[in-house]
């Protein structure tokens, strides 16, 4: 699958992105007619004006999603009905693997072959994967007694509001909005105003795929405005979010505010990975542990704590800073390329403050250049800390960009002392040959999952989520329909 640079270049001068909203099946301007720029951040170049929505067209949104959800035009389809439909959809999305991968590494400056090549199959395979589950939910009949019939079943909940980050953005839209289509819920997408691109193409595959006008709508626009109002919608049944734990807090705000609103949240992360002096394959570990810089770093569940072993640490820290070296940032268009660069100019000023941050606690053992490739500076080395604490600023706050804090540990308790000390619950990972130490610490970490002997295991087979602030609810897994649809309870008696 893999393309070279003149090709993507090639494609990449003949993309004509699509910049408007999508409500009631069709793309439309903001009612007010504003727009902001759409900017590569591996350029400098404005590719696309987005639709600046505000109040007014969340509000026509939500009436229509609303009105197509009480029409019964999807919701009262069978599940077989609307799985067919999906798995049209997840064809449609192979069919445009290459347009999708170039919108999303245009918006936010990824490697586009990473993205061709990863990313899209493993949405396909996500739509998929709901689709062929939904007509597999089976409703249940309580044990009760004999002249008693108590009937359970799932119901759709109506209005499904998603909001979704910018470092994934055709992943998370398809994560939060495709279990919600499955259910039979109406659906208000709104991107990050700093990666539209693919969800507005997203719309325009869905409606091709048979979802019914108005089921499926995106509102483009800013999270003070468009956020907030979704947040704040009385006839918004659900909201899901990715995204910092401190807009997440808005939303539960937003929530007690307005009508109570269920308020699914995957938020921040500072994930743990582990590395105890018994692994068996040090250099393998260190491969992993340098995954870190994957996607530039801009990944919520990224192990950037590496606590490792004191007795190993040198040794270690030696092996994982030539596998850093593969990821030297380069022009996202180069499919050589494992890094691109950061989301927008004050995303990289917020790491490089960081970075200067780390210098001032730590060591600065590898990288921490910004760099300039095709007139952007938003590209940043790979960089590496040693002689980290976790009382430093930079093992305690979320960085969101390619920085890695290595902390040393002497024994097994104080390694899980130091990965439980943390606001963040997301991920954590743990290197070791022993079973049963594998088995004790995973059940030790505070962790909505736990990977042992690799980083960062994400699928659509398991839930996906987190503890204390990064969040609550689960995404993928059969388990993310229980978001997106509520209990009802139906007792006859006879």
């Known amino acids: 699958m893999s393309r070279s640079l003149q090709y993507w270049q090639a494609k990449s001068e003949s993309l004509v992105p699509e910049g408007r909203a999508f409500i009631d099946g069709k793309y439309v301007s903001s009612i007010s007619g504003k727009t902001f720029d759409c900017v590569n951040p591996a350029t400098n170049k404005i590719i696309a004006q987005i639709a600046e929505c505000d109040r007014a067209d969340v509000d026509l949104a939500v009436s229509i999603a609303k009105q197509r959800f009480e029409s019964g035009v999807w919701s009262k389809r069978s599940p077989t009905e609307r799985k067919n439909v999906l798995l049209a959809l997840a064809k449609l999305i192979h069919e445009n693997m290459e347009e999708l991968a170039l919108l999303e590494s245009a918006d936010m400056g990824k490697p586009v072959q990473v993205s061709f090549a990863y990313e899209m199959p493993e949405v396909a395979t996500y739509v998929q994967w709901v689709a062929e589950a939904v007509d597999k939910l089976y409703d249940e009949v309580a044990p009760t007694a004999r002249g008693d019939l108590a009937l359970i079943r799932r119901e759709a909940l109506g209005v499904v509001a998603c909001v979704v980050p910018w470092n994934f953005p055709l992943d998370m839209a398809i994560w939060k909005c495709i279990p919600a289509l499955a259910m039979g819920n109406s659906v208000v997408l709104k ?74 949240l995957e938020c921040g992360g500072k994930s743990p990975n582990i590395v105890f002096g018994d692994t068996e394959d040090l250099d393998y570990a260190a491969e992993m542990a340098a995954r870190i810089f994957y996607n530039q770093g801009e990944v919520c569940s990224s192990p950037t704590r590496l606590l490792v072993e004191e007795t190993i640490h040198d040794e270690f820290v030696a092996k994982l800073v030539k596998y ?33 941050i780390g210098k001032q606690e730590a060591i600065l053992t590898y990288g921490g250049e910004q760099m300039e490739i095709n007139g952007s500076k938003n590209f940043i080395r790979p960089t590496i800390f040693t002689n980290v604490t976790n009382e430093m600023r930079i093992a305690k706050e979320e960085i969101f960009g390619p920085v890695l804090s290595i902390i040393k540990f002497k024994t097994e308790s104080e390694a899980i002392e130091i990965a439980n000390n943390s606001i963040y619950g997301l991920m954590a990972s743990v290197f070791t040959s022993n079973l049963s130490r594998a088995h004790r610490v995973s059940e030790a970490l505070q962790a909505g999952t736990v990977a042992v002997n690799a980083v960062d295991m994400i699928s659509p087979l398991v839930p996906f989520g987190g503890v204390k602030q990064s969040g609550n609810g689960r995404d993928s897994s059969l388990h993310a329909f229980d978001k997106y649809s509520s209990l009802k309870t139906t007792w006859i008696k006879y």
């Open 191 to 264: 991107p990050a105003e700093q990666s539209s691109l693919t969800a507005i193409k997203l719309a325009e595959i869905i409606k091709a795929a048979g979802v019914p006008d108005g089921v499926f709508n995106v509102v483009t626009g800013f999270g003070e405005t468009v956020g907030a109002r979704l947040g704040l919608h009385m006839d918004v049944a659900c909201l899901a979010f990715t995204g910092s734990t401190e807009v997440g807090k808005y939303f539960l705000h937003y929530s007690a505010e307005s009508n109570m609103k269920l308020v699914w």
């Open 324 to 356: 850093a070296e593969c990821y030297e940032p380069k022009d996202p268009l180069d499919p050589s390329s494992l890094m691109g660069s950061l989301v927008e100019d004050g995303h990289t000023q917020r790491v490089l403050q960081y970075i200067e």
